[in-house]
């Protein structure tokens, strides 16, 4: 059984510059949620995605955006790159339908760096 | 709204106990723990729920106190392979939003 994929690893861009991190879930979960994670800091809760659209969104600009596919797969897009964007994309899968737990399985994050 | 931990850091020999502390100043649903080594993804460790229920790894223990919205976790006979950083997570409703606490660096010595 497959965990949580994301890809790339690691990603260098430049200020202004657009970029796109993609995430498959682990089997089984119907639920995407996308973290940012500077150095030396906790994770940043930046949004939830279920059923294709974008469920919850934490404290983060209109320059991240997101998708979630019919495959529950997704995507996290981060427009007009900032130096302050560089970090650790993390993402989260889960299932709503056992929300008791909403047990949350990270995978291994994208390093974005922007210079 | 993120939770403050306590220690920021600890440092321990192998054998020692610790506990790390969770504090949230808003009425919570659950509480999660997570470990995290340098360069990695968060490991989960141990869920609490309001009302009691709990589900996590045999070895890991907590106690959630729902009227303090607190939550300790203990962690007894340390490992080398215990070191890292420690987070909670938490939600005021279920399957509602998630914050990570400000983080405890555990480091186990031999």
Known sequence: DAGVTQSPTHLIKTRGQQVTLRCSPKSGHDTVSWYQQALGQGPQFIFQYYEEEERQRGNFPDRFSGHQFPNYSSELNVNALLLGDSALYLCASSSLAEPSYNEQFFGPGTRLTVL | ?110
């Not at chain 2, 790390?20 to 995290?36: D, E, F, G, T």
């Not at chain 2, 490991?43 to 890991?60: A, R, Y």
């Open chain 2, 1 to 110: 709204q993120q939770p403050v931990q306590s220690p920021q850091a600890v440092i321990l020999r192998e054998g020692e106990d610790a506990v790390i502390n969770c504090s949230s100043s808003k009425a919570l649903y659950s509480v999660h723990w997570y470990r995290q080594k340098h360069g990695e993804a968060p490991i989960f460790l141990m869920i609490l729920l309001k009302g009691g229920e709990q589900k996590g790894h045999d070895k890991i223990s907590a106690s959630f106190n729902e009227k303090k919205q607190q939550s300790s976790l203990y962690l007894t006979a340390s490992q080398l392979s215990y070191s890292g950083t420690y987070f909670c997570g938490t939600e005021a409703n279920a399957g509602n939003q998630f914050y990570f606490g400000t983080g405890t660096s555990l480091t186990v010595i031999p």
